[in-house]
């Protein structure tokens, strides 16, 4: 499963990564979990299974949605898990909409 994080340059959201990914392994969940800028979204859309925009790109959500259609579930991360880097809860959000996205 890949679940990426969409921002502006990638810095401070690749700390939540790490926090995600830490989580991740706590659970024995085996996800793979990348942070990027939106300028190579198109690029990296194709494997997503969920995408996930920081807040600071919010304004951005409409936008996004269209360039990735129908592939994969689209949510803007609350701005509070952001804040205080809950990369278990941003994790917990993001395995929930594929679940929703698939059916399950």
């Known amino acids: 499963m890949n679940i990426y994080l969409v921002c502006n340059a990638g810095m401070s959201t ?7 990914q830490d989580a991740a392994k706590t659970q024995q969940i085996d996800v793979n979990i990348e942070a ?15 995408i ?8 951005m959500f409409n936008d996004v949605k269209k360039v ?12 509070r898990d952001y804040g205080m880097i809950r990369g278990d809860k941003v994790l917990e959000k993001a395995l929930k909409m594929v679940q929703n996205n698939k059916g399950e």
């Open 14 to 20: 690749s700390i939540l990564v790490k926090k995600m």
């Open 36 to 50: 990027f800028s939106v300028e190579i979204l198109d690029e990296k859309i194709d494997s997503a299974d969920v």
């Open 52 to 59: 996930l925009l920081g807040p600071q790109i919010r304004h």
């Open 68 to 79: 990735v259609a129908d592939k994969c579930p689209v949510e803007v991360i609350d701005m």
